[in-house]
């Protein structure tokens, strides 16, 4: 008898991030007791799992690994991530494929929208990989995204969570004119970290992106997070709080970073809670008009009704 291997079904799955396959593991830390979060299963979950998969859409929900994706999801709120799952940088911390991406689906937008129409959506935000193999780094495809939302639910708020467009000159102002009611654009860590957690990023840019938005279009609401635990002092966070307020910053996020494997980043220290209510009550009194600081605050976590608390706000004022 003659036995023929299919090699090809042999060969073991390419690395998820082929970057990080060589580096030594990092040490785990146990999660300390106040980091608990909902298993997904629940009928809703199941329901915005459907949807999400009918319209063949990729969410950060997923591909970060989320900790928070049982309860989002439970409510419908799922954050939709554009232009592919496979990422063109290779920042410490982020669970998302990298590598060489494919080709844009130009029926992508159609596809986001018809989403959000099915899962009611009030508010929703949309993300995307870097895209730096594009000479726009997909801002169009943005652009394209917001429109189509638009046109199908004229009354969903709009959210974007941009890459930072670095040297692709024109992006940004092409985002903002599309108008979303927000504009996000993560930090993501304090600038003594950038080489070792976002290489592939500078500080002053990121900070510059943001105060650029604002000054494209005074209603837009912008909005930034970090991650803490990744080794940064707490002096380095109040001042990147000053910077943030210095380009108008309205919203800023500050969450607990967790390790997605034993290849990224270790986690430097589990920040208490009362140390989050530290960082929420300074936040504001720099000026934020909300901040989200909590072990388990992400960009997109009840985005929905922070907005409507930072319309409120505005209006107050
Ligand atoms: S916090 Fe954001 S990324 Fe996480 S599950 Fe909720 S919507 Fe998805």
């Avoid at 596809?111 to 099915?118: G, P, Q, T």
């Avoid at 949309?126 to 009354?155: E, K």
Wanted: glycine share 6%; net charge neutral.
């Amino acid at each position: 008898m003659t036995v023929v291997l299919n090699l090809l079904e042999q060969r073991p799955a390419a690395p998820r991030h082929p970057e990080k396959a060589h580096r030594p593991d990092q040490p785990v830390e146990r999660k300390p007791a106040w980091i608990r979060v909902k298993a997904p299963g629940s009928p809703q979950w199941a329901e915005t799992n459907r949807i999400v998969r009918e319209n063949k859409l990729v969410t950060v929900c997923e591909e970060a690994g989320c900790p928070n994706i049982g309860e989002c999801w439970e409510k419908k709120h799922a954050t939709f991530m554009i232009m592919g799952d496979t990422c063109t940088r290779a920042c410490a911390f982020c669970n998302v494929k990298t590598g060489l991406p494919g080709q844009l689906d130009a029926d992508e937008p159609a596809h986001v929208a018809e989403a959000v129409s099915k899962l009611g959506l009030a508010h929703v935000v949309v993300t995307s990989v870097d895209r730096d193999d594009l000479a726009d780094g997909g801002a169009a495809h943005f652009a394209a995204t917001i429109t189509a939302i638009r046109a199908s639910n004229p009354d969903t708020t709009i959210e974007v969570l941009t890459p930072d467009f670095f040297r692709k000159d024109g992006a940004l102002e092409r985002v903002v004119a599309a108008r979303p009611d927000v504009f996000n654009h993560n930090l993501e860590t304090v600038p003594s970290r950038y080489l070792t957690v976002r290489p592939g990023a500078r500080y002053f840019h990121s900070i510059r992106l943001l105060q650029r938005a604002k000054e494209l279009d005074p209603a837009l609401f912008t909005k930034s997070g970090i991650m803490v635990g990744l080794g940064e002092e707490r002096n380095e966070v109040l001042q990147l709080m000053d910077d943030l307020r210095s380009a108008e910053v309205d919203f800023l996020t500050i969450g607990q970073y967790l390790q997605p494997t034993r290849k990224h980043h270790a986690v430097m220290r589990y920040i208490t809670p009362d140390e989050f209510k530290s960082y929420e009550m300074i936040g504001y009194s720099k000026g934020f008009l909300l901040v989200s600081a909590s072990p388990l605050t992400r960009s997109s976590h009840h985005a929905g009704e922070d907005f409507a608390r930072l319309r409120a706000k505005r209006t107050q004022d």
